[in-house]
């Protein structure tokens, strides 16, 4: 694992999230507290995830393909999928967006919102340090 400050790790999250946010003029909320998760790697550390939700009733397929766009200029790795999930939902379109490191983000776009994840790179530390 690499010696990474939870500290770096949060504002590289954030600023990623803070970037993303800024690609689109919808009413984002402000960044959130993270969530504090096991690293996924199995070893020892923290990672740090924000979520935000804001409602959205436009073209959501056209703004997963925008938000996808943005994070593959980034030089992050992109794969995306779409699933019907049913008149309540309608089809939602989804992405993760993968680096060799620093944070990564997913979507969740359908035509009753936005979901945008951010998770920060895996940070020293222990999730007992978070609870």
Sequence with gaps: MNAVKPSDAKREATSLLR????????AWPDVPESVAMR????????RFQYLVHVEHFEDAS????????????????????????????????SATARAASGPSGAIEVSRVGVN???????AEGDIADYE
């Design 19 to 26: 970037a993303t946010m800024q690609q689109e003029e919808l």
């Design 39 to 46: 690293c996924s790697d199995g070893g020892e550390g923290v």
């Design 62 to 93: 056209a703004l997963a393909a925008r938000l996808e766009q943005y994070w593959q200029g980034r030089g992050l790795e992109v794969k995306s999928s779409e699933e019907d999930l049913g008149s309540k939902y309608g089809t939602v379109y």
């Design 116 to 122: 945008l994840y951010v998770d920060s790179p895996c």
